[in-house]
């Protein structure tokens, strides 16, 4: 049973130094006068705790050019929220390329780096390229490593809190690799694991594609589908992180494989050969009749796991992503389907994030991270946005 | 923003009134001394928030049988939750019959009744039927109608927020029914609608199969299946309050409808008729191949469904209820195919309430919107129990 311990001045100091930091987060450099205003904490409380943050590095005094200009007197002094106080990443680790995003505390995007990966590169191999392609960001931009404040991670399979993952198809070795604990030795910061899928659907609901939605399901359409869902804009990770996992659906129903599904002569395709899968949905497109077969098997496949989601979930939102979403002639049957048999038919959006959304998405849980150090206050008062 | 607004003394004295009541609901009648030690309060504060429960009617003077009993000297005086100082209803309205559960606001059952109703009703009969039972439940019990503090219903289909069937295809006339509004008519308290698998989900974590869990899925199998879940302990509902509407599964795969797949002639069974569907059943348990074939294609329909469920929300606990969960068979292949095509196989517990699931949960819900009442506190500030 909780009771309220009131009257605690450290923590009310750190309350109302969440709202100012908060209040200057905004963007645009602020006079004091601003902020007593935007928080509606008295003068001299302000005061005193902006001079608590200017001294913990996070805000400053904005320069001259950052000041109204002023035809007599003295301007009023400026204060911005110094983003540049540290850093995140977000990294992807897939099957063919590794990357990684670079930001300030504001999330704003300063870097970029990709490195191309063999499907059949040991975990070992991968990693290497993970550490060279952050080497070069991190050189690129003039970025210590040591002003890094957190890291976030994206990769297919099942992961567990601590950042090992528990089960993994997609990447040779990576079944039970402790993933969290070996890029932990890289950075001297939290490392944060997740879900490839996980971390899409929450780079399209931060800047992508369902910015106007907190209950969405992201489709990372492959051979083989994955998914991440938000509800109530919280991460539905599951009771073991599963979540999703719904390209096992067609195992229960005892059905093709993808790589059967999708392949026009009597040998599956390789399930990872996307050259091989577009090749097919380019001779479907020329009219090739066992390649357009091919294609309306995997695209009913598709609509069936997706409605399967919808049915299960009933999102306001589905954003389909990864390589199969853009290939001609997925989104209208998926839309056509489901408005036709979903009892409450979701909104269909194609990922505006394309390729960068999984980087994005483990750069947030990074920014994510930090902004719960700066802004949380313990217990159950937090500040609302 | 949100911002502490400190020592507001009435806020105060809900909180401590909510914690007291807390404590005393517990069952055991409990002296000041005790509830002192159990909430942590001063003597006089505990002195003056029990009168005030007291006289508020939720709290009273334990009789002498509740009362230790001392060799000398005056017995401390004992206090105890008064139960009775409210009552609640939980109604199921299914196709075959409507039920009624009445207990008091610490939510042990007194009293239930039944009333069998056509599958043909109308909603009007239907909702007659549901009066009638409610009407011979007080009456058998003596509680006075305008005792009621609130009543939940549970009941097929898609509800909206107000309590109105936005959509539902198993009882004639419901599709659009305000079924909240109408119900209120007879009821002078708030009158919450569910959809009727929600409210089994509800029930089984309360008090049947799944107590131990907070991440559960209850499937209500019929011939068309649907799913309630708690994610969290709280009841997932969807965007639109469709999530768990699996039933339109294979719909989206073009395959048989249930009434089809479970008929051993040409002709399809009546979707409601559960007697046939029985037949069906025991003709395959003394070996009619087309019985048994049928049965076959229904339970590998059913483990489809209930593993799309599973995929998509990684329950730890699969709960089946529902007049299929009755039947011999239908969970050994269940168990056996989620656990060798789910990546994290959950628990597959068989429904302990049986019939009384969909009552007991509008029950629960009933109850749970009494206590957000009685121990809520507004704002971000709650008490934790």
Not at 137 to 161: D, F, N, S
Not at 217 to 244: C, K, M, T, Y
Not at 298 to 321: M, N
Request: glycine share 12%.
């Amino acid at each position: 049973m909780g009771r309220l311990t009131g009257g605690d001045p450290s923590l009310l100091r750190r309350i109302n130094s969440a709202v100012v930091l908060h209040a200057l987060r905004g963007g645009d450099a602020r006079t004091l006068t601003d902020l007593t205003r935007l928080t509606g904490l008295s003068r001299p409380t302000v005061e005193g705790v902006t001079e608590g943050l200017i001294e913990a590095g996070l805000v400053v005094e904005a320069g001259p050019e950052e000041r109204e200009v002023r035809r007599q007197g003295r301007p009023a002094r400026r204060f911005r929220f110094r983003a540049e106080a540290g850093h995140l990443l977000g990294i992807e680790i897939g099957p063919h390329r590794v990357a990684a995003l670079l930001s300030g505390l504001d999330g704003r995007i300063i870097g970029a780096g990709t490195r191309g990966v063999a499907v059949t590169a040991s975990a070992d191999e991968r990693l290497e390229r993970v550490r060279s392609a952050v080497a070069d960001v991190l050189r690129r931009t003039g970025v210590a490593r040591g002003a890094l404040r957190a890291v976030g991670v994206g990769t297919p399979g099942i992961v567990e809190a601590d950042g090992t993952v528990r089960l993994c198809t997609a990447l040779p070795g990576w079944t039970g690799l402790a993933l969290g604990e070996r890029l932990r030795r890289s950075f001297r910061c939290p490392v944060l694991v997740e879900n490839d899928a996980n971390a899409a659907a929450v780079a399209e609901h931060w800047k992508g594609a369902a910015i106007d939605s907190d209950d969405i399901v992201f489709v990372l359409a492959g051979l083989s589908p994955g998914a991440g869902s938000l509800i109530g804009g919280r991460l539905h990770r599951g009771f073991g992180g599963a979540a999703g996992e719904i390209g096992a659906l067609h195992l229960l129903g005892r059905g093709d494989k993808p790589e059967t599904l999708l392949s026009t002569t009597d040998e599956p395709l390789h399930p990872l050969d996307e050259h091989a899968v577009a090749e097919v949905f380019t001779a479907a497109r020329r009219g090739d009749e066992r390649a357009m077969a091919a294609v309306d098997r995997f695209t009913q496949r598709l609509v069936h796991d997706v409605g399967a989601l919808v049915l299960a979930l009933d999102p306001e939102v589905v954003v389909v992503g990864g390589w199969a979403a853009g290939l001609d002639g997925i989104l209208p049957p998926l839309r056509e389907e489901l408005a036709r048999f979903c009892l409450r038919p979701p909104r269909v959006e194609l990922s505006l994030l394309g390729e960068a959304a999984v980087a994005t998405g483990a750069l947030r849980l990074a920014l994510d991270h930090v902004e719960e150090q700066l802004f949380a206050v313990e217990g159950t008062v937090t500040a609302r946005r």
